[in-house]
């Protein structure tokens, strides 16, 4: 004979919650308070609880109370139940928010130091109701973020490809060699990423889309790039380089500011892929909010600005 379930018409989350709160506080008036509860009602929760699951699940005294066995299997999956609510209620609130006016948008540190704030404060400008919310991220994780949903938008470099993915291409940077003033390079003018391979490099974090593409380019020429350090954005690589720790490939336009104040040699890098370009990304199979979709229109039919390569 199968014994009989728990009938979950009788089992709601308040009592849930309350006998999560009875259980960690070892008091029921402390539960029945923390759970905006009167206690004569908070007793009648508990005893209704207990009949319905079939078992004592409180040991109750004058000092207060403390879990049985059953008690102690209870309040684990109360807890779990409990979380899982919590976790449903804010996902379908964020999901309303979303198709509201809140849009997930994350980009690569290029695109985040290059044109997005000036592209984003446009669309603010435009939609001031829509709510934008940006996360600077590798290529790589980009990606996974767009293919599994947690962002709406992604903005990464054409390193990255995806099928499951639809890419947009609008806008491109040029990538240059950053050295020392008193650096053996720093004479020249332009160099072929190959013969920067026989010095030491500053290097960007693993994950990151520049760093894969160098490693490649090095491999491509049936050498190894050598990185003394590396570093996790375009500013602290610049300080590195003005420092004379290694040379650097980095996007001439991000990095205009540090390169000024530092004095930094800049050398055109002749080979093809230094000229890079940037895309942005949405799921092939899902259709955008409309308030996404605004957003993905604005960048992608945005002008590239006059200072980008080519111009």
Known sequence: M??????????????????CAVAEAGS???GAADCRLALSAASRRLADFESTVGTVLLQRSSVGVSLTAAGRVALRHAQQLCSA????SQEITDHTQHAQGRVRLWANMSAMMEFLPEALAKFKQLHPEVHVDVREQTSAAIVRAVKEGAADIGVMSGAVTDDELEFCPFFRDELVLLCHVAHPLAGRRQIAFAESLDFEHIGLRQGSSLLELTTEAARQVGKSLILRVQVSSFDAACQMIAANLGIGVLPLLACRSPIKTLGLQTLKLTDPWATRQLFAATRADATLAPVARLLYEHLTNMKESQHAVGR
């Open 85 to 88: 609510f919590q976790q449903f």
């Open 28 to 30: 029921i008036s402390k």
């Open 2 to 19: 199968d014994t009989p379930l728990i009938n979950p018409a009788r089992v709601d989350f308040v009592t849930l919650r309350l006998y």
